[in-house]
């Protein structure tokens, strides 16, 4: 569990983070939502420690993020996956070494150990027959695959997820959001998935906030927002095309009834 303590953060004269207050649960993919702009990524940032904020409080299971200094927060990051947009893949690095980069920094594991814990991870996301090729040689959907495995390899408890289906089509990005979601039960990891995709926030929005230009406007599950009537909220969701769709499904279902 994080929790989130009125955080504020300021660059030069603009507040990008205004009070915002949250508790993102344990074994939940929660879900970080709002148009391009309103903050999601520098929260993020902010909930990693990569971004000091300007006031406010980030506690993880109780230990303060926003007291530590720099070696107890490179403890804590030992416990944190990250998958950033993009893949942020090494181009020079086979598959297999990529999803090995983590341990080799973090662990003093044999080299057999090693390659083990990788080809877990990797067939852990369906991906058993890329281990020697490199990222240039496989899609974008592969390239995200590799990521995930890369960002579970040291068995985080904490993951973060920035746009992770950025620049997917459609179908692989349902896949990526499953296969985010089903790993974070197996293993009751706490998931962060900042998205503007509504499809997704349908598929696997256990909990989610809404940041309105840098302030938490909302807060509820997938079903919750259906019937919310936040104005802020609702112009953010139907301004997805899937939502028009559905608004016309219901409007013509109405009118039949
Ligand atoms: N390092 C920075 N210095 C100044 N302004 C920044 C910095 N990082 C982000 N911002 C501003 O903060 C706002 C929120 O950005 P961001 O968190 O990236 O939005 P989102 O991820 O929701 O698209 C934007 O207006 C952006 O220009
Ligand atoms: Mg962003």
């Known amino acids: 569990m994080i929790e989130v303590k009125h955080i504020c953060k300021s660059f030069e004269e603009k507040d990008v983070l205004r009070d ?3 508790v993102f649960d344990k074994g939940k993919t929660n879900l970080i939502i709002g148009r391009s702009g309103s903050g999601k990524t520098v929260l993020m940032k902010t909930l990693i420690g990569l971004i000091r904020p300007s006031s406010g409080e980030i506690l993880y299971d109780e230990r303060k993020l926003t ?22 893949l090494f181009d020079s690095m ?3 070494e990529n999803v090995m980069f983590p341990l080799d920094m973090f662990t003093h ?9 990788a080809k877990f991870c990797l067939e852990r996301v369906n991906l058993t027959d890329a281990n020697d090729m490199y990222p240039g040689e496989i899609s974008g959907g592969m390239m995200k695959r590799v990521a995930i495995a890369r960002s579970i ?17 459609p179908k692989t990005a349902l896949l990526i959001d499953d296969l ?3 790993i974070t039960k197996e293993y009751n990891m706490t998931t962060v998935i900042n998205t503007h995709d509504m499809n997704s926030v349908m598929n696997i929005g256990e909990k989610i906030i809404f940041i309105f230009e ?6 509820g599950t997938k079903d919750e927002i259906m019937t919310s009537t936040n104005e802020k909220l609702n112009d953010f969701v139907f301004a997805s095309d899937l939502f028009k769709k559905v608004k016309k499904i219901e409007n013509w279902v109405n009118e039949e009834g």
């Open 109 to 117: 594991e044999s080299w057999k150990e090693r390659e083990k814990r």
């Open 20 to 22: 915002i207050s949250t």
């Open 214 to 219: 840098g302030e938490k406007a909302w807060e």
């Open 67 to 88: 007291a530590m200094r720099k070696p107890e927060l490179k403890m804590l990051r030992r416990e944190m996956g990250m998958l950033f947009q993009g893949s942020a």
């Open 153 to 169: 390899a040291l068995n985080p408890k904490y993951l973060f997820c920035d746009e992770p289906n950025s620049g997917l089509d």
């Open 180 to 182: 985010i979601h089903d």
């Open 94 to 96: 086979t598959v297999l």
